[in-house]
């Protein structure tokens, strides 16, 4: 099956080598073709350049896409997208004064999220998922990272990993999956945390493993979670079972939580709402992706992670959602976008790079996605009639997006 797109406004993320990340001052490039061509041949990039060096050939469908801008699609590194029911009353309980931690405090938050998970079966669990990635795959996300974490017991963690597994399995897009057992310390535990984390240990991790039910390991570093020492026993252990590390740290307090993400090699580390010159330090010694969640800062009325400092320092940064009922109840990526632009002064240049090639890097899987390169998968949004890239961060809140292509196949969801 061949597919040729023709008269595309500007084709961008364009890479004729397979370059897996960007930093520093490269993120304010963002290469492109005017009046270009794309051809896919089956699920995979073929062959693109501008339109007067195309060729005359027979294709089985051609795409005119007069006026419309061609890019990547999203990869969304960092996600909680299954999980169960909502949280909407918190939402008004911190509209009425109440903090994230107080409600956390009182047996809400993630909490409350896995109350009602362990009360849903496996297949609610998936169909309120399955919904939910529908939506942000028509909303241009090709490739997702999702996390467990709102089960805290052995059946429910394994529950949420068997759903991820399913997705896996029933939806196009790339998806990674990320064990997170220590996003809380749940009640049972509440005075005996060393209880719960060998539990994650010697209980949880084993049948993971067997089960093949994780890519990677997470752990909420953070005071009133998990300490250094705590995450530490669980990145050793997830170690051992070959599960690289993507954690959360520096959400609302720096205390050494990304200097130990280094030492243990994570792919990633997110959040970073917080961030001290040390961290800078650490970071410039690794190859791990820094995070940037800005959804989150905007929900929670939070920090915005300093992406300037991290350019400054000719590190990378990558965005994604964080999708989850409590910090974040969205999934859209444009809406990231705008956000990074607007609220931590980032170019449209540098939010395209994060949000594509840099997410993508963040999930290992930027051989293959994250820019428009011959022989990467054709995971691609086609805009409606727009005037410039910029006007996708620029006119926030609207869809810009006319179709979205996953491995070269129209999605009409
Ligand atoms: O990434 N920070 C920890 N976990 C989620 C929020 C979880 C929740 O409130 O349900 C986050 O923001
Ligand atoms: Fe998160």
């Not at 993630?110 to 028509?138: F, G, H, W």
């Not at 959040?271 to 905007?298: F, G, R």
């Not at 390169?373 to 006319?402: C, Q, R, W």
């Amino acid at each position: 099956m061949t597919l040729l797109i023709i008269n595309i406004k500007e084709l961008l993320q364009v890479r004729n080598s397979k370059i897996l990340k960007v930093s520093g001052k490269e993120m304010s490039i963002l290469p492109s073709i005017k009046n270009a061509f794309l051809l896919i041949k089956d699920d995979i990039i073929a062959d693109f350049g501008s339109m007067s060096e195309l060729k005359n050939m027979n294709v089985d469908e051609t795409i005119d896409a007069t006026g419309k801008i061609i890019l990547p699609t999203w990869c969304d590194s960092h996600t909680h997208i299954v999980y169960a029911g909502n949280r909407e009353l918190e939402f008004v309980d911190r509209i009425n004064g109440l903090t994230y931690e107080e409600i956390a405090n009182r047996g809400g938050g993630i909490i409350n999220s896995a109350k009602t998970l362990q009360n849903t079966s496996e297949d609610d669990l998936y169909e309120q998922s399955a919904k939910r990635i529908k939506e942000v795959i028509k909303l241009g996300t090709g490739a997702l990272e999702i996390k467990s974490g709102y089960g805290l017991s052995v059946a429910s963690e394994l529950k949420m990993l068997r759903v991820i597994k399913r997705i896996k399995k029933d939806f196009p897009i790339a998806i990674k999956s990320t064990f997170l057992g220590a996003h809380a310390v749940p009640l049972e535990f509440k005075n005996n945390k060393q209880g719960y984390i060998d539990l994650i240990i010697n209980d949880m991790l084993p049948k993971i493993s067997s089960e093949k039910l994780a890519d990677f390991i997470d752990v909420f570093c953070e005071k009133g979670y998990f300490s250094i020492e705590d995450t530490e026993q669980i990145l050793e252990a997830g170690n051992k079972y070959g599960l690289t590390p993507k954690i959360h740290v520096n959400q609302f307090n720096a205390f050494g939580g990304i200097a130990l993400g280094v030492k243990y090699n994570a792919l990633s580390v997110d959040h970073l709402e917080v961030l001290n010159d040390e961290d800078i330090t650490a970071l410039k010694n690794s190859s791990s992706m820094p995070v940037a969640l800005p959804s989150c800062s905007y929900f929670l009325s939070i920090p915005y992670t300093p992406a300037r400092k991290l350019i400054d320092a000719g590190l990378p940064f990558a965005l994604a959602t964080d999708y989850n009922p409590g910090s974040t109840p969205s999934g859209n990526m444009n809406f990231v976008l705008s956000t990074a632009c607007i609220k931590m002064k980032v170019t449209p240049e540098e939010a395209i790079n994060a949000a594509t090639i840099n997410g993508a890097y963040a999930m290992g899987i930027s051989d293959d996605y994250g820019s428009i390169t011959i022989g990467k998968k054709a995971n691609l949004i086609i805009t409606k009639e727009i005037p410039s890239y910029y006007y996708l961060p620029y006119a926030f809140g609207d869809n810009h997006i006319d179709k979205v292509i996953i491995n070269g196949k129209l999605i009409n969801y």
